[in-house]
């Protein structure tokens, strides 16, 4: 044992205790770095050789202290779950806002919205009953037949809209989830080098970690450890992320549904949780699952309206069976818009058995040679003491309009019950479209207060019991105002879900984030503490170099000095 | 130094601090939201049920106003029906007396004239009675469009039909009275009777018996046809009633389920401003010092 041994022990100590100062100090530099996880210094003491030289000596008091590594605080395990957690926060975020973007375009409960729209236009229809030779009335329910035409447009419009939007954000997400997946390779490859070389790698893993986190949110992966302190990112089995290697997400939006695809192999990502997850459900699910009952709606109505509107049919009471005093019985038919052409059947008696086939077949030939074979099909069923129904229906894809000849009482004979305008004309559509993106009010009505079908063709000119009827339309459990809050109420328990599983996970995930910050986040009080711990031990080592000093200073210069 | 002892990193003190004001805050917004619109629901996801409930009420209260205005025009349409027909009955009243004076032997060619005139004034009366009109439409012409619903000269040109109002959920009311139905089917009606008695008063008394006979007959049909609309005429008034403690009783049901209760929010909203003061009271005494201010 050398007599200056005590000289370096103190020198391990002074370089030891500096260190845990440099630490602290680097943990209170970082305590507002995201990512950072606090690190520490781990001494040991510097002890006896483990295997003895052959003829070494040892005086059995330590060599010292020195500093063996620098760890930091994180657990991998929890870094894992995180993953998992901030994967399904992002989806179920994702879903709320979707959900609350789809609840504020429907802009229910209001004055302004599709249900104040609809009892409007059924007021209207009561109206014209309550003066059908008023124009004003009629002019007034063509504004609002418009204007709930157009609500269900625009609101179809702002859903549609709401996809496309959703489906530019997915680009964006998949964009910065690759970018992210390069970084994080890129970041792998380093922390292998440096774990190889010996060299500190825990800024760069909370680097890496903070990335893997983020591409979770984002995509929805799973983190698992791999080698060399590295990380792999795996979606649906697949890695994305497979050490220092990455692939890439590309979004697929040719066929009806939207899908991520590997660009490697063009195969379909399973990506079902995290923000890119939550919008392919709102892209593929539920936008297009509000789009579509709102198109249920606007067809219900049209449907229900057209139903009472446009038919054209008669119902030959018993008593006026017996035609055969009359010579013609005449009307008019308008194929497609066309010109008016007049069809014309013999006055008969129908009223015996064999009756209704006798009309039947007379009328189908009389309409053939007036709108062309094929174009419109006629049914009388019915008669033998009961009253004949007549219906006449147009072939897929045509119109029929039927107007009285002149004053020949042939049209309002034989189909008495159909709906005409204050222009006598029966037969027009009042709503036209497929979807709520192109319900219109029918263009053979649009802009022409007479072709609202307020009456009957047997009901004289001022007869608004036709209007009347579509007036109640309001009150018809399955029509189009039960349909319409029947979605307004899926819409509020959606919503309500979607906002209450948001919540759920939140706190989930905050619990767990609190865990992991617990863990690893810096406390300044902590960091003082070591701090002062290791000025401490600091100026007691320099004391110690003094004593040491001292002592030898007494060998040196005053020990067998003759004074 | 690793230990499993609870830890209070700085970050994680200032998350929390910010979670829990936020949460907080967002409880006082909401309810300053509500105290300011006075509104519980303003979205279909505040109360899913409740929402359609109000929807429900208000297309209600909406329809509910369409039947007032229905029930109006009925009533004023019956109205006009039952005004004409009682100044009907009344004049027709007067012919049965003066056919009875008529018919008396005592009374001369002279005074016959006399009658006959103030019959055929009683006529036309009943013509201009029977063209009676509400709103420019004769209330007897069924659903024909023209002015009036019999011409000068007594000949019916109505459309016999019914015409009806919505007054309440599936209910309708007939709110107009056929001419054919009071005055008797043309060929058959009150004008061809008074004609008749006119000219059997001029020139032949004897017939008289018989005419009288036609005319009572017809008198019983306006009466009966007068009782109907007073019939009707009640229906209609107890559905006004009815209509409007309809829309209390649903305004009412409306503003409990949809208003907020404004003494509660007022409350809440009072409670959750002192929780929040005392939230950034708390906050601002935890993050202010750490050992760092202690140590020289």
């Known amino acids: 044992m050398s007599d200056f041994s005590g000289l370096r022990l103190a020198l391990t100590a002074l370089e030891a205790q500096r260190r845990g100062v440099e630490v602290a100090a680097q943990n209170v530099a970082n305590a507002n770095t995201p990512g950072y996880s606090r690190q520490a210094v781990n001494l040991v003491n510097i002890g006896a050789p483990a295997v003895p030289a052959l003829y070494s000596t040892y005086t059995g008091y330590g060599g010292g202290v020195k500093v063996d590594s620098v760890t930091r605080f994180r657990d991998q395990f929890m870094e894992i ?35 104040s729209q609809l009892s409007a236009f059924w007021s209207a229809f009561d109206s014209v009953a309550n003066d059908p030779g008023n124009t004003a009335a009629r002019t007034q329910l063509l504004e609002q037949a418009g204007t709930l035409a157009t609500s269900f447009n625009s609101t179809s419009q702002k859903l549609t809209q709401l996809r496309t939007d959703t489906s530019s954000e997915l680009g964006a997400t998949v964009a910065s989830i690759n970018s992210m997946a390069q970084s994080l390779a890129q970041l792998n490859k380093a922390i292998k080098a440096n774990t190889i070389a010996g060299l500190p790698v825990s800024d760069l893993q909370d680097q890496r970690d903070l990335l893997a986190n983020k591409l979770a949110e984002a995509s929805g992966a799973s983190i698992r450890s791999s080698e060399f302190n590295q990380v792999d990112v795996v979606i649906g089995g697949t890695a994305l992320v497979q050490q220092d290697r990455a692939t890439s997400l590309v979004v697929d939006s040719s066929g009806p549904s939207t899908v991520l695809r590997w660009s490697t192999d063009n195969s379909a990502a399973q990506v079902s949780s995290g923000k890119a997850g939550g919008e392919l459900t709102a892209i593929n699910a539920t936008i297009p699952g509000y789009l579509a009952r709102l198109d249920a709606v606007a067809t219900t109505l049209r449907d229900q309206v057209n139903q009472l509107h446009g038919p054209v049919s008669g119902s030959i009471p018993a008593s006026a069976q017996d035609q055969s005093a009359t010579p013609s019985l005449d009307f008019q038919l308008s194929l497609d818009g066309g010109g008016f052409t007049t069809a014309t059947i013999a006055g008969a008696d129908w009223s015996g058995a064999g009756g209704a086939a006798a009309l039947q077949s007379s009328l189908q030939a009389a309409v053939d040679a007036a709108a062309g074979a094929g174009n419109a099909t006629v049914t009388v069923t019915g008669g033998s003491g009961s009253p004949l129904a007549v219906s006449l229906t147009p072939a897929a894809g045509h119109t029929l309009q039927i107007k009285a000849n002149g004053n020949d009482p042939g049209f309002s004979t034989l189909f008495g019950t159909t709906p005409v305008g204050s222009d006598g004309i029966g037969g027009r559509a009042f709503f036209t479209g497929t979807d709520a993106a192109s319900l219109a009010v029918s263009p053979d009505v649009a802009g022409n207060p007479a072709a609202v079908a307020a009456g009957f063709a047997g009901g004289g000119p001022l007869d608004g019991s036709n209007a009347l009827n579509l007036a109640e339309l309001s009150q018809s459990t399955s029509g189009a105002d039960s349909a319409y809050r029947q979605l307004i109420v899926q819409l509020g328990v959606d919503t309500q879900t979607a906002q209450q599983r948001s919540q759920i996970q939140d706190a989930a995930t905050k619990n767990l984030d609190d865990a992991r910050t617990q863990q690893s986040g810096v406390s300044i009080d902590e960091e003082m503490t070591n701090l002062v711990q290791f000025q401490h031990a600091y100026d007691a080592a320099a004391r110690f170099m003094t004593v040491i000093d001292t002592m030898l200073d007494t060998l040196i210069n005053h020990t067998g000095v003759t004074v | 130094m690793p230990s499993s002892d609870f830890r209070m990193p700085n970050s994680l003190l200032m998350s929390n601090s910010l979670s829990d004001l936020q949460s907080v805050f967002a409880k006082l917004t909401d309810l300053q939201d509500q105290a300011a619109t006075l509104k519980r629901l303003r979205k279909p996801s505040d109360a899913p049920a409740d929402v359609v409930s109000a929807m429900q009420l208000h297309a209600g209260i909406n329809r509910n106003t369409q039947y007032a205005t229905n029930i109006g025009d009925a009533s004023a ?14 004049q027709l009243q007067r012919v049965n007396t003066l056919v009875v004076q008529a018919a008396n032997a005592s009374t001369d060619s002279n005074a016959r004239a006399g009658i006959a005139a103030e019959i055929d004034a009683i006529r036309s009366t009943m013509i201009s009675i029977a063209n009676t009109q509400y709103a420019g439409r004769p209330v007897f ?12 000269n007594g000949n019916y040109v109505g ?43 001029r020139s032949d008394p004897s017939q008289l018996t018989t005419l009288q006979g036609t005319l009572n007959t017809q008198t019983t049909q306006v009466q009966n046809q007068l009782a109907e609309v007073g019939a009707r005429f009640q229906r209609v008034s107890a559905m006004q ?20 209760d404004i003494a509660q929010v007022m409350m809440q909203l009072q409670a959750q401003q002192i929780a929040y003061q005392a939230a950034l009271e708390a906050t601002a005494k935890a993050i202010q010092p750490s050992l760092a201010d202690f140590l020289r």
């Open chain 1, 81 to 115: 779950r995180a993953a998992l957690e901030h994967g399904s926060m992002a989806s179920l975020d994702q879903a709320s806002t979707t959900m609350n973007n789809v609840q504020q375009l429907f802009n229910e409960p209001s004055d302004t919205g599709i249900q």
């Open chain 2, 77 to 90: 349409w019956l109205g006009t029906a039952d005004n004409a027909l009682t100044s009907a009955v009344s």
């Open chain 2, 141 to 152: 012409a069924g659903t024909a469009a023209g002015n009036v619903a019999y011409d000068t």
């Open chain 2, 159 to 201: 459309i016999s039909a019914p015409v009806e109002r919505n007054i309440s959920p599936g209910q309708r009311v007939q709110v107009n009275v056929n001419g054919d139905a009071v005055f008797g089917t043309p060929g058959n009606d009150l004008f061809t009777t008074l004609a008749q008695i006119s000219a059997a008063v």
């Open chain 2, 241 to 260: 009633t009815q209509n409007s403690s309809d829309a209390v009783t649903m305004k009412q049901n409306l503003s409990n389920i949809e208003d907020a």
